[in-house]
């Protein structure tokens, strides 16, 4: 459940992104701040000229290569720019800048640069470039792959998901092999999606039709016939991407609006997260105890339930 001010295609200016974040960062290309802190605001454009040898850039599936920060030598992961980037948790807000044209200039009374916005994406792993010409060549540059998440995708309707062959043991499997694969290798437009979906049924068919929250049944069918649940995810405001089965819950529309909007939702969110653990512990001790014909291969949710991040 994504909550923020911007609109796709309008353009700002520094300050209004700034105040949003509740940041005072004067220089950088990435922003975040304390009154947003599940957001991290990222500006390409003007930095990476062709002649630089590298540049930000929007792929074909829509998917975006956008550079990590450090202006000289390598780039390292513990800048924290980058640190944050990596953390694949935080949802971007991605906007693009160009220098304001004579006319612009004109119209506004004085030079300023504007910040066209491109839409909210997930970071799906990263990978290192190394520039072979420019004044880059030959550093160890770091280049992070962003997915959109709101787009038309997002919003579609899981139902016919919830149908689709293979148990909770598989599923779960499944999505525990996949997050070993992150972040060393990034992930597409339609991969992201595709895992999205796994994760999403996974916790529809954890959930059973009765909501992880509050524990009443879903409130209505949908359209499939099937009880209507929203799959939270509890460390991310994007609800979508490939997450672990712990992350994420199935709950009521009520109970959604609840932990994103009340002004309890940190606790709201903290108990939310015991729940899920209790009922990961339980199908993992059932599927120990023969629960499934299939080996649980479990992502390691001994230590997952000993280290609890906070929301
Ligand atoms: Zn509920
Ligand atoms: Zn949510």
């Given at each position: 459940m994504l909550l923020h001010p911007f609109v796709i295609g309008e353009k700002y200016r520094r300050p209004q992104l700034l105040e949003f974040l509740g940041s005072k960062q004067q220089m950088s290309g990435v922003l975040w701040g304390n009154i947003q802190p599940g957001y991290l605001i990222c500006t390409s454009g003007g930095r990476h000229g062709k002649q630089a040898g590298y540049k930000d850039e929007a792929l074909a599936d829509g998917s975006w290569w956008y550079f990590g920060q450090g202006k000289q030598g390598d780039q390292l992961l513990k800048n924290a720019a980058n640190a944050r980037l990596a953390s694949e948790n935080l949802v971007i807000l991605l906007f693009t800048t160009r220098e304001p044209t004579a006319k612009e200039v004109a119209q506004q009374g004085g030079y300023g640069k504007l910040m066209r916005f491109e839409g909210c994406f997930c970071v799906t792993g990263y990978e290192h470039f190394v520039p072979i010409e420019g004044p880059r060549k030959g550093d160890r540059l770091i280049r992070f792959r962003l997915v959109q998440v709101d787009t038309e995708q997002a919003t579609l309707s899981w139902a016919d998901e919830t149908q689709e062959e293979g148990n909770l043991y598989s599923l779960r499997e499944m999505l525990n092999k996949h997050i070993k694969e992150l972040p060393e290798k990034s992930v597409g437009t339609r991969e992201f999606w595709r895992r999205s979906r796994e994760i999403r049924r996974y916790a529809l068919r954890r959930a059973n039709g009765i909501c992880e929250a509050c524990g009443e049944p879903a409130p209505f069918k949908d359209q499939a016939g099937l009880p209507f649940l929203e799959v939270h995810h509890?460390?991310?405001?994007?609800?979508?991407?490939p997450d672990k089965p712990g992350n994420v819950a199935a709950i009521c529309p009520n109970c959604h609006r609840r932990a994103h909007l009340s002004f309890d939702r940190a606790s709201f969110n903290k108990t939310l997260e015991e729940k899920v653990w209790a009922a990961e512990s339980k199908i993992l001790a059932d599927s120990s105890r023969g629960g499934t014909s299939n080996q649980v291969n479990d992502y390691d949710l001994a230590r997952d339930l000993s280290a609890p991040s906070s929301v």
């Amino acid at each position: 459940m994504l909550l923020h001010p911007f609109v796709i295609g309008e353009k700002y200016r520094r300050p209004q992104l700034l105040e949003f974040l509740g940041s005072k960062q004067q220089m950088s290309g990435v922003l975040w701040g304390n009154i947003q802190p599940g957001y991290l605001i990222c500006t390409s454009g003007g930095r990476h000229g062709k002649q630089a040898g590298y540049k930000d850039e929007a792929l074909a599936d829509g998917s975006w290569w956008y550079f990590g920060q450090g202006k000289q030598g390598d780039q390292l992961l513990k800048n924290a720019a980058n640190a944050r980037l990596a953390s694949e948790n935080l949802v971007i807000l991605l906007f693009t800048t160009r220098e304001p044209t004579a006319k612009e200039v004109a119209q506004q009374g004085g030079y300023g640069k504007l910040m066209r916005f491109e839409g909210c994406f997930c970071v799906t792993g990263y990978e290192h470039f190394v520039p072979i010409e420019g004044p880059r060549k030959g550093d160890r540059l770091i280049r992070f792959r962003l997915v959109q998440v709101d787009t038309e995708q997002a919003t579609l309707s899981w139902a016919d998901e919830t149908q689709e062959e293979g148990n909770l043991y598989s599923l779960r499997e499944m999505l525990n092999k996949h997050i070993k694969e992150l972040p060393e290798k990034s992930v597409g437009t339609r991969e992201f999606w595709r895992r999205s979906r796994e994760i999403r049924r996974y916790a529809l068919r954890r959930a059973n039709g009765i909501c992880e929250a509050c524990g009443e049944p879903a409130p209505f069918k949908d359209q499939a016939g099937l009880p209507f649940l929203e799959v939270h995810h509890l460390h991310r405001l994007a609800d979508s991407g490939p997450d672990k089965p712990g992350n994420v819950a199935a709950i009521c529309p009520n109970c959604h609006r609840r932990a994103h909007l009340s002004f309890d939702r940190a606790s709201f969110n903290k108990t939310l997260e015991e729940k899920v653990w209790a009922a990961e512990s339980k199908i993992l001790a059932d599927s120990s105890r023969g629960g499934t014909s299939n080996q649980v291969n479990d992502y390691d949710l001994a230590r997952d339930l000993s280290a609890p991040s906070s929301v």
